[in-house]
Each structure stands twice: as structure tokens, then as C-alpha cells.
């Protein structure tokens, strides 16, 4: 089965850049989406289609994906950006959806 | 607006089964299929399977099969999910999504989850 590998944890000062990795065997042929998850809440999409944000998203918060590496890049971080993040994607081989690990971006 | 609520929290003994309902509004629900992931505590999500709230046709999670069962009601715009013989690793919050660009899309809407504690 296809397997979405993200870091455990990012950390990140204030007004600076987090990036957040999803690892995967040609990840980059497929299409990746990002969610924001605050605690005891429903996820949220931030990024779907690897670069396209839903209205309502920041700017600040973008996407790629090339090779074997998906990345969601959130820009000028704020404390409100503090969440786990999941990447996900369409397992076309065995029509099943994956999800990554998950990341929790902490704030410092 | 479009929203998706979802029924109660539920606690079930082991064995027993479980159905937690996902219930649509603002929009047409026989046109996306609606999609049903957990997340165990402190754990992260797992995809179940989906429906197709048009036709009822499903595609489970090889780790599910044989125990669970997705459901639609399309006088009510409401999708269940059920889950038989329960253990506590099934102890989970329990969600219904749906993607609104296509079956293979993102999931753009969640409900708010339903918590389902297995303990004897």
C-alpha cells in the first residue's frame, strides 16, 4: 500500500517560514491535499491539488510537489497557525485515500 | 450554508455495533459522494471507505471490510456508517466528509465529528 511519510513535529518562530514535508514513491505524479487540524476540532483544507488554496485560506499558506516530496509552506507563521497538519492523496493502484502521519507545528 | 452534523457520541461494549449518522445540507446531496474517516485519540486519520449518496454504491478499506456499512437515506440527506463487532481499538472520533470536486477530490467538508468509546 502506498505510504505518506511526514515529520512528527516542526517548529517555527513567529513571522518566520514553516515548511512541512510529505514523503512518497513518485508522490509527484499524484495529486496531494493538505489539511489544518486544531485540537478537538474537524480537520480543515488548507491546500487541495497540490497548489490550489480554498477561499478563506490565507495566502500565506501554499503548496508543491515534485519527485518523491510534497511540501506545504506557510509563510510569516502566527501563533494561530499552530496545529497538526496531514497531507493526503488518491491511491489510484487500490482506489483508496491515504493519509500521511501527521505534523505538529508548534509555535515557538 | 453547507454543513454536515453529525449524531451523537455513542458508548458501546465490545462486540457490539455501532451506527453514527452524517446528516447534508446546502447543497445537493446526491451529487458528491461522502467519504467516512476516523481518528483514534491522539492518533491520526484514517480513511474507512466511501458512498455515492446517488446510487449507494460503496468502496471500503480493506481494513474495514466485513465490518463495516455505509448507508444513505436520500429522503433525509442523511448517510450512516455502521461498524459491527467492536473492540477498543475502535475507540475513535468518527467523521463523514465530502469532496465537492469530484470522487477523486479533496475532502472540502467535514462534519464535526462523533465520538465512539468501546469499553466494557
Known amino acids: 500500500s502506498y505510504v505518506l511519510i511526514q515529520p512528527p513535529s516542526v517548529s517555527v518562530a513567529p513571522g518566520e517560514t514553516a515548511r512541512i514535508t510529505c514523503g512518497g514513491n513518485?508522490?509527484?505524479?499524484?495529486?496531494v491535499h493538505w489539511y489544518q487540524q486544531k485540537p478537538g476540532q474537524a480537520p480543515v483544507l488548507v491546500i487541495y491539488?497540490?497548489?490550489a488554496r480554498p477561499s478563506g485560506i490565507p495566502e500565506r499558506f501554499s503548496g508543491s510537489n515534485s519527485g518523491d516530496t510534497a511540501t506545504l509552506t506557510i509563510s510569516r507563521v502566527e501563533a494561530g497557525d499552530e496545529a497538526d497538519y496531514y497531507c493526503?492523496?488518491?491511491?489510484?493502484?487500490?482506489?483508496?485515500?491515504?493519509f500521511g502521519g501527521g505534523t505538529k507545528l508548534t509555535v515557538l | 450554508q453547507v454543513q454536515l452534523v453529525q449524531s451523537g457520541a455513542e458508548v458501546k461494549k465490545p462486540g457490539a455495533s455501532v451506527r453514527v449518522s452524517c446528516k447534508a445540507s446546502g447543497y445537493t446531496f446526491t451529487s458528491y459522494y461522502m467519504h467516512w474517516v476516523r481518528q483514534a485519540p491522539g492518533q491520526g486519520l484514517e480513511w474507512m471507505g466511501l458512498?455515492?449518496?446517488?446510487?449507494?454504491?460503496?468502496s471500503y478499506a480493506e481494513k474495514f471490510q466485513g465490518r463495516v456499512t455505509m448507508t444513505r437515506d436520500t429522503s433525509t440527506s442523511t448517510v450512516y456508517m455502521e461498524l459491527s463487532s467492536l473492540r477498543s481499538e475502535d475507540t475513535a472520533v468518527y467523521y463523514c466528509a465530502t469532496p465537492f470536486s469530484g470522487r477523486e477530490g479533496a475532502f472540502d467538508i467535514w462534519g464535526q465529528g462523533t465520538m465512539v468509546t468501546v469499553s466494557s
Open positions: 458512498i455515492n449518496p446517488s446510487g449507494g454504491s460503496t
Open positions: 493526503q492523496l488518491w491511491d489510484s493502484s487500490r482506489d483508496h485515500w491515504v
Open positions: 513518485n508522490i509527484g505524479s499524484k495529486s
Open positions: 491539488y497540490d497548489t
